[in-house]
């Protein structure tokens, strides 16, 4: 192939030349996947900011029993505002800003194969979001019916602000599934002569397998919202049981897409966690091939598991061991991963930088998350952790300590890369020392909350969960403040520090080249030359 791709590092004479206004629509018309993958990791960054401060606004609320800082419809806008902002506006652009900057580099290819596409799925999101946060200002506010938004709670009983958030949920998810043709068509189609499929990087794998589940389930969930506006402003009764309807059918559908949803959100951290632990391991991923059936495998079991959110809905008893066993069988590709990751680590020449230090946190703190998710699975014990905080304090052990520790983990281990320079390694282990212990101060004893009964989404409490959870409160301060150090370590990089050397890790390079195959090349190798 001929095409060049232009240098992420235009002339800054030129900027200079012709004033601000060129620099602008650079970035604007760009078709670059790395500007591309640049403009993603910004803006999640900054959803990632908003998205926080709402939970502090909870976390406050909740230092103390009773009423205090904020009305119980406004504490609901909430709770609904920060799922929808951290899920479609943190999580998803942050590996598609991953995805990016990295596809093109690990197959060995110009660019993204769609590269005007690709510009559009991007800036198509922010105008997503300003729709949604626009409706905090309406009158009646924000949705307050939570980010699964379940009817009738969404349908008869929800503020007019309801079809704002179905026309952003829709361009969300157009975005998601451009993205996602993108990544499919460019993995198939523009991979280096000799990039054989078993010798892809397992980061590719897994967003291979992401991109198929995304384009599955999105649609889904744009039939979902548009069943939900059509119930409340033109009068059908999908979910409505006076009209025949059935409110549960909307739980049925919505986790259709809800529960493969969440393996998108951590599939392309296994990727980013296989990368990190080989380089800093000095050892080649133990057990690749397993590895990439595993993830092939977790997406499929994912289909079959949707109703594991639902055992208090009155199933059969049939269906609800179907979906016992189906989710406690997904566990074990999971384990599989897990075990080949400390495979890797054993007997190799560790060192802990940074990124290492959020990969090793991410497979400990991650197979907790595991571990509370397998007691939801199992039907009887689900009836008491039901909408309690123990759910919640499952799911951000998967969220925040797994795809978000991913995250970061990914930022300061391509941060050379991407910016010619070293980040701080002093400001990096406080950023990790600082997210980990609150973090976990922060989500640990809300299972203790949550098996004492505690429910979820309520403003107020009995006052035997007080101390509790004030603890909870100060740990989410804390690792909302310590994110500020995170941003102040990029900023640093950005701005110069040490020149990155060509290999910034002295990690695996090289050494892959010389085993027998299918051993996947390291992201800062140089794929050997193909004649």
Request: aromatic residues 16%.
């Amino acid at each position: 192939m001929t095409t060049t791709t232009h240098d992420t590092h235009h002339d800054a004479h030129d900027d200079h030349h012709h004033g601000p206004a060129k620099g602008i629509m650079r970035w604007v018309l760009t078709t670059n996947h790395k500007d591309i993958g640049t403009l993603y990791l910004w803006f999640s960054f900054i959803m990632f900011l908003i998205g926080g401060a709402m939970a502090m606004v909870i976390r406050a609320e909740l230092f103390q029993p009773g009423l205090q800082l904020v009305e119980p419809n406004f504490f609901n806008q909430m709770t609904t505002v920060h799922g929808l902002v951290m899920v479609f506006g943190a999580v998803m652009p942050a590996f598609t800003g991953l995805a990016n900057w990295l596809i093109p580099m690990m197959i060995g290819a110009p660019d993204m194969a769609l590269p005007r596409m690709n510009n559009w799925s991007f800036w198509i999101l922010p105008f997503a979001f300003l729709i949604l946060l626009s409706s905090l200002f309406m009158e009646g506010g924000a949705p307050n019916f939570g980010w699964t938004f379940y009817a009738p709670l969404s349908t008869t009983y929800s503020p007019d602000s309801t079809a704002l958030f179905v026309f952003s949920v829709h361009i969300m998810g157009m975005s998601s599934i451009m993205g996602a043709i993108n990544v499919i068509v460019t993995i198939v189609n523009l991979r280096a002569p000799g990039m054989t499929w078993m010798k892809l990087p397992l980061f590719v794998w897994t967003w291979l397998i992401t991109a198929f589940l995304l384009i599955a389930v999105m649609p889904v969930l744009a039939g979902t919202v548009t069943m939900v506006l059509t119930d409340k402003y033109f009068g059908t009764s999908f979910f409505d049981a006076a009209g025949g309807g059935d409110p549960v059918m909307f739980q049925h559908i919505f986790w259709f897409f809800g529960h493969p949803e969440v393996y998108i959100m951590i599939l392309p951290s296994f990727g980013i966690i296989s990368a990190i632990v080989p380089a800093f391991a000095r050892k080649p991923l133990f057990g690749y091939a397993s590895m990439v059936y595993a993830t092939a495998s977790i997406a499929i079991l994912s289909f079959l598991v949707w109703a594991h959110h639902m055992f208090t809905t009155g199933m059969p008893v049939f269906a609800e061991l179907f979906f016992m066993y189906c989710t406690m069988l997904i566990a074990v590709p999971t384990g599989v991963k897990v075990f080949n990751w400390v495979a890797t680590m054993w007997r190799g020449s560790m060192t802990f930088e940074t990124p290492m230090l959020f990969a090793v946190a991410f497979i400990i703190l991650f197979t907790i998350g595991g571990f509370s998710g397998l007691m939801l699975a199992i039907t009887p014990v689900d009836f008491q952790y039901h909408d309690t905080y123990f759910v919640v304090a499952h799911f951000h052990y998967v969220l925040v300590t797994g795809a978000i520790f991913s995250i970061m983990g990914a930022a300061y281990y391509w941060l050379p890369k991407w910016t010619g320079h070293m980040y701080d390694e002093k400001l990096g282990k406080l950023h990790f020392w600082c997210s980990v212990i609150s973090v976990n101060v922060l989500f640990f004893p809300m299972h203790f909350l949550g098996l004492a009964g505690m429910p979820r989404r309520i403003p107020d409490y009995a006052v035997q969960f007080a101390d509790v959870n004030q603890i909870v409160s100060i740990g989410g301060f804390a690792f909302g403040l310590s994110q500020l150090i995170f941003l102040a370590v990029v900023i640093k990089c950005i701005r110069g520090g040490a020149k990155a050397p060509a290999k910034p890790w002295e990690g695996a390079e090289g050494l892959e080249w010389t085993l027998p195959s299918p051993a996947p090349y390291h992201s800062f190798t140089t794929p050997p030359e193909v004649k």
